[in-house]
């Protein structure tokens, strides 16, 4: 079946209600602009929150943040510090809140089918006495970001429910999609596989941290 613009594409607020009714009072009512003693609980349940930002093309960008739960601090009812951990130091994100230092964080409880989204301006911290707390196993983390929390509030299950995410039963045989090095050596010319699937191996064991 063919599909055209005009068949899909929606362009402004107007078009956007002759699809959708609009939301219950309490969609806009729940938005708080601080963390209240739900939203603290929650992120200290958490071990997984997801963070989006935007860099100066444009272009937007989303990347998991994860460590035991409680691994994000909660400073006051309006701030955050988040350890970044080590990785690939390609340090998109934190390029990218450089220039345009507004933030969306998503944040995962196992179990909960509800999640907490948090939205907020964001700046990257390097002073060791405010990052000292977040080490682990003597290990403090070379920068932390900072958050000014603007908006918090509980997202509804459904989309968790839909997906089955927390199911046993709808885990995936992990033999049915290829290791981490063979997607990387079908998209990266002269790239071994194997080679990469041991870095990595070494990597998860031995510097997390």
């Known amino acids: 079946m063919s599909i055209t613009a005009a068949d899909v594409v929606v362009t ?5 209600r002759k699809i959708y009714r609009e939301p219950m009072p309490r969609a806009s ?14 992120i200290e349940m958490s071990p997984l929150c ?3 930002t935007t860099g100066t093309n444009g272009r937007a960008d989303a990347s998991p943040r994860g460590d035991p739960p409680g691994f994000v601090k ?13 990785g690939n130091n390609q340090v998109d994100s934190l390029q990218n809140i450089i220039h345009h230092p507004v933030v969306g964080l998503l944040f995962f409880v196992p179990g909960m089918n509800e999640t907490l989204r948090v939205c907020g301006s964001a700046e990257i911290v390097t002073d060791q006495e405010a990052l000292s707390p977040l080490s682990v196993g003597g290990r403090a983390p070379l920068s932390g970001l900072r958050v000014t929390v603007k908006d918090a509030f509980l997202h509804c299950g459904r989309a968790l429910i839909r997906s089955r995410l927390w199911d046993p039963e709808a885990r995936i045989d992990r033999s049915s999609y290829p290791t981490y090095g063979q ?19 070494e990597a998860n064991r031995n510097h997390l941290y």
């Not at 601080?34 to 603290?40: K, N, T, V």
């Open 12 to 16: 402004d607020q107007s078009g956007l």
């Open 29 to 42: 009512q729940k938005v708080l602009d601080h963390l209240d003693a739900h939203c603290r609980r929650f």
């Open 50 to 52: 997801v963070l989006s």
């Open 74 to 86: 909660i400073l006051d009812d309006r701030t955050l510090l988040i350890p970044d951990r080590p």
């Open 183 to 201: 997607v990387l050596a079908d998209q990266i010319e002269g790239a071994n596989a194997t080679a990469i699937d041991a870095d990595e191996d």
